[in-house]
């Protein structure tokens, strides 16, 4: 486990503790879902810049693979 000390304005602070943010899970699956929000990002910019026809099979399992990841989040958060 690695302790993380960050600096926020009071009332954010104070804002985020009453709605239960700041617990170390929450902060948790805070950070894996904007990891996993990047990561998608990442890969449309890719093939944004790619045409069609050069969408090669690693980058569609790389896609296959973020897709059923974030599914399968969604189904775990929604019990």
Known sequence: MTT???ELPDDL???ASAAGLLAP?????LLRE???RRALEHLRERS???PFDELTPEIEQEIV???KAYRAERRSRQG
């Open 4 to 6: 993380v000390a960050i």
């Open 13 to 15: 602070a104070q804002k």
């Open 25 to 29: 899970d929450a902060i948790a699956d």
């Open 34 to 36: 904007q990891l996993r």
């Open 48 to 50: 944004a810049r790619m």
């Open 65 to 67: 693979a973020e897709v």
